[in-house]
């Protein structure tokens, strides 16, 4: 059975001429005992909610998952698909991609986020199940390769899933010795045992091609209170004459001749692309095991009481709760209306959320060790612990890509919506876990507070510039800065509601003024970009202002009339949603005025945009500085009256 992976990678990547049989055919017989004997799973419900998870960090090594889905007979990866491997369109692209093929949990190839995410799975099991009982009640198994140990992020993701106990968590470990340079030696000599040890796993060695070796420590993990490791010792290229043991097995094809010989080593004699009926059979009967297990599941479920169910059913489904986040904002609207807060917006989130968390129970919060900075907790919240599984906020720990890697796992477990909380200058510690949401279109939160130079005195090093135009050049993600306490609110509601984006909600450290005084039920935040502040007349200047300088444009609005200049204010929380709007809707939110000044505390890159090359910019143009806040505006010049300078100046008065 195992020898059907070898050949399927073997031949799909001869094919295509390109792709990595080294990884499935090392792991083969690893993948085949669990596949046949321990993982849950039916391929006739590939979302079925309680199926174990099954996370190839080793993103590279795609034909064994593909050639695993096909044997086991997950209908859409057809035998054609298999020959289809790395062309356009068809579902087997080079790296693992879970929004184009049915059965794969997450996109995996970016080494070290794929076991990342499967402690975020992992986490949200444990969540959910305290929730909701014995409907909730699998495992997360994760093939991970000398790559995907190498990178830091594991680190990160280990010592976090050791200090939580999750002891339903698996990681087999290809410990083939072989990178692409060449033998690990060349850059490393870990004892991951031990390091794994140290952080609280169970871990333990193995010879990765016999079965019952394979077996055991499966069995014997699944019995485990810890988190286990099982390092496989495994020969990549396994069956290859000539490439085994060697990179050369890594990421090319093989070759004819090759492929040949290690047809012959393994005692394969059949054409590309042919399983044997018995071999077929043997695993479509591995397959037909979980059958009967999701029958008990769907029993269990039906036994769980009505409104539980349809509350279970709607969590994973990932359905907001319409009724209740509308209550919620209107609360939170209301709020703000009748008494005004002046206040910073990572502390009018934190007003938001007190209000949010308890209407929308699948949110999870959290924080990498700033939770008093990031306002990210509400006073009712409890933190998740190995004890308290419940609890509904994470401390990360010091862990900012661990955590998005692993927020990402918990979104495509279902059933949660994470967020986190992180100074916004360390969004670069989280980025490729960003991207990867994005990419996969998870809805994941990230409060990024402490949004720029109005941080003050902690200095340049904490002063993001460059962050929210490289936020806003990842694709799918909307990134948000919101001005006051109302617009904070708003961006939360289209942050929750972005079912298939990620979000970053970009906040001040810094006290701001609530620019919206008045009641409005209407999101006004979801056109991207509005008049908060209208001319007097017909406008000279439209003033373009993002957050914490939407209030210093509405003070240069002001100063300007002074000097005879009509001027109008559009603030700017998401270029994103402002670009996704009807052509005539974003004419009229440009505006007529022959000036357009874009005011950002940040670099310009990006905002030609909206105020075209012919705009000013008022903004950074390098690093900060460390000094009160006050002190750093005035310095770099980012203040009304300068808005307002050179406003006037363009204007050629
Ligand atoms: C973050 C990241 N860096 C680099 C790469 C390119 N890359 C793909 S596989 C690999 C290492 C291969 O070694 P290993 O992980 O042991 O896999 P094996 O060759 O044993 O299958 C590298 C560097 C990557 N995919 N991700
Ligand atoms: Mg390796």
């Not at 799973?41 to 998870?53: G, I, K, L, T, V």
């Not at 049915?102 to 986490?123: D, S």
């Not at 979980?290 to 709607?314: C, I, N, S, Y």
Request: aromatic share 6%; net charge negative.
């Amino acid at each position: 059975m195992a020898n059907a992976i070898r050949a399927l990678a073997m031949d799909a990547v001869e094919q295509a001429k390109s792709g990595h049989p080294g990884l499935p055919m090392g792991a083969a017989d690893v993948a085949t005992v669990l596949f046949t004997r321990f993982l849950k799973f039916d391929p006739a419900d590939p979302q079925w909610p309680d199926r174990d998870r099954f996370v190839l960090s080793a993103g590279h090594g795609s034909m064994l998952i593909y050639a695993l889905l096909h044997l086991l007979g997950y209908e859409a990866v057809t035998l054609d698909q298999l020959k289809r491997f790395r062309q356009l369109g068809s579902l087997t692209p080079g790296h693992p991609e879970n929004f184009v093929t049915p059965g794969l949990e997450t996109t995996t190839g970016p080494l070290g986020q794929g076991i990342a995410n499967a402690v975020g799975m992992a986490m949200a099991e444990k969540h959910l199940a305290a929730q909701f009982g014995d409907v909730v009640d699998h495992r997360t198994y994760v093939l991970a390769s000398d790559g995907d140990l190498m990178e830091g992020i594991s680190q990160e993701a280990i010592a976090l899933a050791g200090h939580l106990k999750l002891d339903k968590l698996i990681v087999l470990f290809d410990d083939n010795g072989i990178s692409i340079d060449g033998p690990l030696s060349l850059a490393d000599s870990v004892d991951q045992v031990k390091r794994f040890e140290a952080a609280g796993w169970s871990a333990s060695r193995i010879d990765g091609h016999d079965p019952d070796a394979i077996a055991r420590a499966i069995a014997a993990a699944q019995d485990n209170d810890r988190p286990t490791m099982i390092a496989c010792k495994t020969h990549i290229g396994f069956g290859a004459p000539t490439k085994v043991d060697s990179e050369k097995a890594h990421g090319s094809a093989l070759g004819a001749e090759e492929i040949a010989g290690a047809r012959k080593n393994l005692g394969w004699p059949y054409p590309p692309f042919e399983i044997p009926s018995d071999v077929a059979d043997a695993w479509r009967a591995a397959a037909a095991r979980g059958k009967p297990a999701r029958a008990a599941w769907q029993q269990r479920l039906k036994a769980m009481g009505a409104d539980k169910r349809t509350e279970f059913e709607r969590r994973m489904a990932g359905d907001l709760p319409a009724d209740k986040l509308a209550a919620a904002m209107h609360t939170i609207k209301q709020a703000l209306a009748g008494a005004p807060k002046d206040i910073a917006t990572r502390a009018s989130s934190e007003f938001a959320l007190e209000t949010l968390v308890p209407a929308v129970p699948e949110m999870v919060g959290g924080s990498a060790d700033l939770t008093g900075s990031n306002n990210t907790r509400t006073k009712a919240m409890t933190a998740f612990s190995a004890a308290n599984p419940a609890g509904r906020f994470i401390h990360y720990g010091i862990r900012e890509h661990g955590m998005a890697a692993a927020m990402n796992g918990m979104a495509l477990h279902g059933g949660v919506i994470p967020y986190s909380g992180t100074f916004l200058v360390f969004s670069d510690y989280c980025r490729p876990a960003i991207r990867l949401a994005a990419l996969m279109g998870e809805r994941v939160i990230h409060v990024m507070t402490h949004d720029s130079i109005g941080l003050g005195e902690d200095g340049p090093t904490h002063q993001p510039v460059e962050h929210l135009a490289a936020l806003r050049a990842i694709p799918n993600l909307l990134t948000f800065r919101p001005c006051d306490a109302v617009e904070v609110a708003e961006c939360w509601e289209l942050a929750l509601q972005a079912r298939e984006r990620p979000s970053i909600l970009a906040l001040s450290r810094q006290n701001l003024p609530q620019l919206r005084r008045s009641f409005d039920a209407a999101n006004r935040c979801a056109a991207g970009a509005y008049e908060i502040a209208a001319a007097q007349g017909n406008a000279q200047v439209s003033l373009f202002a993002t957050g914490s300088e939407v209030s210093l444009a509405v003070e240069a609005q002001k100063l300007l009339a002074a000097r005879g200049v009509s001027a109008r204010v559009v603030s700017v929380p998401s270029f994103e949603l402002f670009r996704e709007q009807p052509e005539a809707a974003r004419t009229a939110v440009l505006g007529a005025a022959p000036v357009r000044v874009g005011i950002e505390a940040a670099v310009r890159q990006g905002w030609d945009e909206i105020i075209g090359p012919d705009g000013v910019f008022v903004g950074m143009t390098g690093f900060g500085a460390s000094a009160p806040a006050k002190d750093l505006y005035r310095h770099f010049g980012i203040t009304a009256e300068a808005i307002a300078d050179a406003a006037v100046k363009k204007l050629g008065r």
